[in-house]
């Protein structure tokens, strides 16, 4: 267990609400239930100083069940120091944090690109990298490695813009 979630700023900023002390290689790690993981985001930013999420990402676990496991790195300038909030996912929904951290809205609209979680209650989530009306999610594990057809998107793009249009010779 690392010395940091000893420290009573945690244990203080996290009484009451469910979660487990878990192993990482970079540090400290908290695992909480999905239904939990808004609370403890909202309790470390309030209670134990964490001014910052420094960033929001998944793993894709996939063939196994439950799928997505999120992760939430938050930092206190304060404290200088860093936590990792992970929840495995039931589903491919969880609740956005970009309330608790404006800035983390880039980050789950980026997830939500690469890997389709959605983030409920986000106020505004849309494709970041790929284009709108693209089919896939390239971070999850059943993308393609051959790749996809790159022009697909284009040519229907072209073909619609198109429509109604008369030849001129």
Known sequence: MSEQLTAPRFAAALEGLAHRVV???DGAAIEVEQAALHDVLRALRDRAGFAMCTFVTAIDHYPREPR???HHQLLS???RDRVRVQCTLSGASAPTCSDLWPGANWMERECFDMFGIHFTGHPDLRRLLMPEGYEHHPLRKEFPHHG???DKLYRDWDRKRREGWT???
């Open 148 to 150: 996809i057809e790159p």
């Open 77 to 79: 300038l304060e404290h």
């Open 167 to 169: 030849e001129t010779p």
């Open 68 to 70: 997505f496991q999120l």
């Open 23 to 25: 192993a990482h290689p």
